[in-house]
Nanobody, 126 residues
Framework: QVQLVESGGGSVQAGGSLRLSCAASGFTYSSYRMAWFRQLPGKDREGVATIYAIGGVGYYADSVKGRFTISKDNAKNTVYLQMNSLKPEDTAMYYC???????????????????WGQGTQVTVSS
C-alpha cells in the first residue's frame, strides 16, 4: 500500500513562495509518476503538475506554468512543488498523488492516479 505524506503548506502573501513536499513509501515500483493536485471546497480537483520518476521532466497546468516547478529526489522517494509568485487564486488544499502508470490524456486528471495523500492547505492573501 502506497502512503503519501505532504508537508510545507501554510499562509503567504501574494507574490510570495512556498515549497510543498510529498514523501512516498510502501511501494516497490521502479518507475512511477507523482503529481500535485489542488481543490477548493465545492470545486473540481485541478491537476497542477506531474513528474515521472525516470527522466524528471515536469508537465504543468497552464495556470501555473512559469511560476511552479515540480522536482523529485528519487533517493528519498520525495516530490516537491516549488511555488513562486503566488496569487490569491492559488489558495486551495494541495494533494499529492501517485500511480505506477498514467496514460497521457490523464496526466493532470485525478482519474489517472490511484493513491492520494491527506492534503496540505495553501492560503495566499492579497
Amino acid at each position: 500500500q502506497v502512503q503519501l505524506v505532504e508537508s510545507g503548506g501554510g499562509s503567504v502573501q501574494a507574490g510570495g513562495s512556498l515549497r510543498l513536499s510529498c514523501a512516498a513509501s510502501g511501494f516497490t515500483y521502479s518507475s512511477y509518476r507523482m503529481a500535485w493536485f489542488r481543490q477548493l471546497p465545492g470545486k473540481d480537483r485541478e491537476g497542477v503538475a506531474t513528474i515521472y520518476a525516470i527522466g524528471g521532466v515536469g508537465y504543468y497546468a497552464d495556470s501555473v506554468k512559469g511560476r511552479f516547478t515540480i522536482s523529485k529526489d528519487n533517493a528519498k522517494n520525495t516530490v516537491y512543488l516549488q511555488m513562486n509568485s503566488l496569487k490569491p487564486e492559488d489558495t486551495a488544499m494541495y494533494y499529492c498523488a501517485f500511480a505506477s502508470f498514467v496514460p497521457g490524456p490523464l496526466l493532470l486528471n485525478g482519474r489517472g492516479y490511484r493513491y492520494w495523500g491527506q492534503g496540505t492547505q495553501v492560503t495566499v492573501s492579497s
